[in-house]
């Protein structure tokens, strides 16, 4: 575990997923020039930020397909492509391709291409919030604009961070005369074109906060300087995104691409802390190839950086004694000291005697992290250990706070101990009418309240309160099949101290074990069983073996109340078991008696037995059609 995240990997659920989107722009045979090459972490922030931060530079494209330099040219690009737009106004769009390229769902982040509408679709959950009401953004949030002071959006960005009175903002369709690229801007927090805030609701458990790299505002410089985000001559010079930034250092990169084979005497990165007086650093001296990376480590090269500072860079070529330059970036050094310390949790319930768990991240990412050290507002009521363990000891309202060792941040928790939880809650189907519910005894309980309902989204009700002293019940107002949702909680002598409701526990109620009426051999000498019909079946499945107590195997699912075994051509005795199954709850029975059969002899017509199995496949194909449980799932859901 890396020292700057404490547990963080059981603070964040990851969940990776990998979107295939087919583009547009692929079908138009416009070459990605700007593929989204971030890996996603299953952090909704953390990835959507780093989907955006790969398409800094992109351009729109001419009929060509190559980059334009103005807004002129109404140009082409993937984001409005990929909406069925793709040579409007893309700023809105450009979200939408990186929510979609970050796995979030639409239901946190809209796929809307209009300004107006995103406002109209924040506000309406609540979920907005202007500048005035004095709102501090976050990474993540959606920042909207109108440029003369009206009310109504017309431009949105992705918020990447607050510093001062700047706000950082990655946007499509901007650029140095508000169009045709993604750019990364600084805009002033408290300026009158901001309008307000969409906050999605992500499903990170801590603010991203951390080292960013982002595109300053670019224009196009006098004299031999060329801003070459467009193509000319045969030459482009693209800069990239920074990476590997820490407190002290950062990567630089960016690319030639030189598809007319001009020889390139020099290239590099123009770099420092004052944009408008930037120092020049070769990497290549000398080539023609036709595409050219670049890469510099600062502090490998040239000295440490300094903590918590704004540098700028981008790249360049010389061809032909012309200077060509690429976007300027602008690349943020992560604070040596710790500025931030978030807990996974503002309140906490714990039980008495039992357990709850804290994690914590020092924050920016990357800065030195000495660890944290806790304190108990009152140890008796609750301790917590230096891994974040919290523990009950007495009835009552306590602070846990954290400090990290360098005393440069702190933050605390408030925990209310309780009487405990049920523990170790077990549903058991005694019968086919009865659900059986246990648990551990919970230390000074004055009762429990088992709660019921019938659906997993449904409302609870009050099912059955018992004393301190029982820890089992059996319910026996069940049906057959029906699929049951319990959860208790635990009584205290006073009721501020009753317990949490535990988490929801589920079990399906059995269905009665299918009785075997008949088992014999039919004309030609095949097994063939028929079993008494159970109400709310959909299904049988059919189980043999070759000794009465050897190993049972599903050799078939059955909609109807008989099976013929075709499969049992082999003289001797067969053994088998029925289990019926529910069509709505998918509840099963227990085993039925076993029955046998034994095979004599095995006269059939070949023909007749191969007629006989195709229809038998025919009436499985049918039956697995109709959407009811296939056979590989209910044998699945059996063993």
């Known amino acids: 575990m890396k020292n700057n995240v404490k547990r963080i990997s059981a603070l964040f659920t990851v969940i990776v997923l990998c979107f295939c989107v087919a583009f547009e722009a692929a079908a138009a045979g416009y070459p990605d020039y700007y593929p989204n090459t971030h890996r996603n972490t299953g952090s909704h922030i953390a990835d959507l930020l780093g989907v955006a931060k790969t398409?800094?530079?992109?351009?729109?494209?001419?009929?060509?397909?190559?980059?334009?330099?103005?807004?002129?040219?109404?140009?082409?690009?993937?984001?409005?492509?990929?909406?069925?737009?793709?040579?409007?106004?893309?700023?809105?769009?450009?979200?939408?391709?990186?929510?979609?390229?970050?796995?979030?769902?639409?239901?946190?982040v809209p796929r809307l291409g209009n300004c107006g509408t995103l406002t109209d679709w924040y506000q309406s959950r609540s979920i907005y919030y202007s500048r005035s009401s004095g709102y501090v953004p976050k990474p993540g949030d959606m920042v909207f604009f109108n440029w003369s002071g009206g009310s109504s959006a017309q431009h949105i960005?992705?918020?990447?961070?607050?510093?001062?009175?700047?706000?950082?903002?990655?946007?499509?369709?901007?650029?140095?005369?508000?169009?045709?690229?993604?750019?990364?801007?600084?805009?002033?927090?408290?300026?009158?074109?901001?309008?307000?805030?969409?906050?999605?609701?992500?499903?990170?458990?801590?603010?991203?906060?951390?080292?960013?790299?982002?595109?300053?505002?670019?224009?196009?410089?006098?004299?031999?300087?060329?801003?070459?985000?467009?193509?000319?001559?045969?030459?482009?010079?693209?800069?990239?995104?920074?990476?590997?930034?820490?407190?002290?250092?950062?990567?630089?990169?960016?690319?030639?691409?030189?598809?007319?084979?001009n020889y390139i005497s020099s290239a590099g990165f123009y770099f420092g802390a004052n944009k408008n007086n930037l120092a020049k650093y070769p990497v290549v001296s000398g080539s023609s190839s036709?595409?050219?990376?670049?890469?510099?480590?600062?502090?490998?090269?040239?000295?440490?950086?300094?903590?918590?500072?704004?540098?700028?860079?981008?790249?360049?070529?010389t061809i032909n004694g012309n200077l060509y330059t690429g976007p300027m970036y602008a690349v943020v050094t992560v604070s040596d000291k710790p500025q931030q310390l978030v807990l996974s949790e503002a309140s906490v319930n714990v039980g008495i005697?039992?357990?709850?768990?804290?994690?914590?991240?020092?924050?920016?990412?990357?800065?030195?992290?000495?660890?944290?050290?806790?304190?108990?507002?009152?140890?008796?009521?609750?301790?917590?250990?230096?891994?974040?363990?919290?523990?009950?000891?007495?009835?009552?309202?306590?602070?846990l706070t954290a400090t990290t060792n360098y005393g440069s941040a702190f933050s605390s928790v408030d925990v209310n101990v309780l009487i405990g939880k049920p523990q170790n809650i077990k549903l058991t189907n005694i019968t086919k009418d009865e659900i059986g519910i246990s648990w551990d005894k919970v230390d000074k309980a004055k009762g429990y309240i088992i709660y019921r309902c019938e659906s997993s989204d449904g409302k609870f009700k009050e099912h059955k309160k018992l004393d301190g002293s029982t820890t089992s019940f059996?319910?026996?107002?069940?049906?057959?099949?029906?699929?049951?949702?319990?959860?208790?909680?635990?009584?205290?002598?006073?009721e501020k101290y009753d317990s949490d409701i535990t988490e929801i526990m589920y079990i399906t109620a059995k269905l009665p074990a299918p009785v075997i009426s008949k088992a014999e051999n039919d004309k030609n000498g095949f097994g063939n069983l028929t079993w008494d019909k159970v109400d709310g079946t959909e299904k049988y499945v059919v189980?043999?073996?070759?000794?009465?107590?050897?190993?049972?195997?599903?050799?078939?699912d059955v909609r109807g109340t008989s099976f013929t075994d075709f499969s049992a051509n082999q003289p001797g005795e067969y053994f088998y078991k029925v289990v019926a199954y529910a069509a709505n709850e998918k509840a099963t029975s227990s085993f039925s008696e076993v029955a046998s059969v034994t095979v004599t002899s095995v006269y059939a017509d070949e023909n007749e037995v191969e007629t006989v199995k195709t229809l038998e496949r025919q009436r499985e194909k049918q039956f697995d059609e109709e959407n009811v449980f296939t056979s590989k799932t209910g044998l699945l859901n059996i063993i």
């Open 290 to 317: 036709n595409e050219i990376p670049l890469s510099l480590d600062i502090a490998k090269k040239f000295g440490k950086l300094k903590p918590n500072t704004t540098y700028y860079y981008r790249a360049y070529a």
């Open 55 to 108: 398409q800094l530079g992109y351009t729109e494209l001419n009929s060509s397909g190559n980059p334009i330099p103005s807004t002129s040219d109404g140009g082409y690009t993937k984001y409005g492509a990929s909406f069925g737009e793709p040579n409007g106004a893309w700023c809105a769009y450009f979200i939408s391709w990186c929510a979609s390229q970050a796995g979030i769902p639409s239901s946190i």
């Open 353 to 399: 005697g039992q357990t709850a768990e804290i994690m914590w991240a020092q924050l920016p990412v990357g800065s030195t992290d000495k660890g944290v050290t806790w304190t108990s507002s009152d140890p008796s009521i609750a301790v917590i250990s230096n891994t974040g363990i919290i523990t009950g000891m007495g009835y009552g309202r306590v602070t």
């Open 543 to 556: 189980y043999r073996s070759r000794a009465v107590d050897g190993v049972y195997v599903a050799i078939s």
């Open 474 to 494: 059996i319910d026996k107002d069940v049906k057959e099949g029906h699929r049951y949702y319990y959860k208790l909680k635990t009584l205290a002598d006073k």
């Open 157 to 261: 960005g992705i918020v990447t961070g607050v510093s001062g009175n700047n706000l950082y903002t990655i946007e499509g369709n901007t650029g140095g005369d508000e169009g045709y690229m993604c750019n990364g801007r600084t805009r002033g927090l408290n300026a009158s074109y901001v309008l307000g805030y969409g906050v999605p609701k992500y499903n990170d458990a801590l603010t991203y906060v951390g080292s960013y790299a982002f595109a300053a505002s670019v224009s196009s410089s006098s004299g031999s300087h060329s801003n070459s985000t467009a193509y000319g001559s045969n030459l482009s010079v693209v800069t990239t995104t920074a990476t590997s930034i820490t407190s002290s250092d950062a990567t630089l990169n960016g690319s030639i691409k030189n598809s007319g084979g």
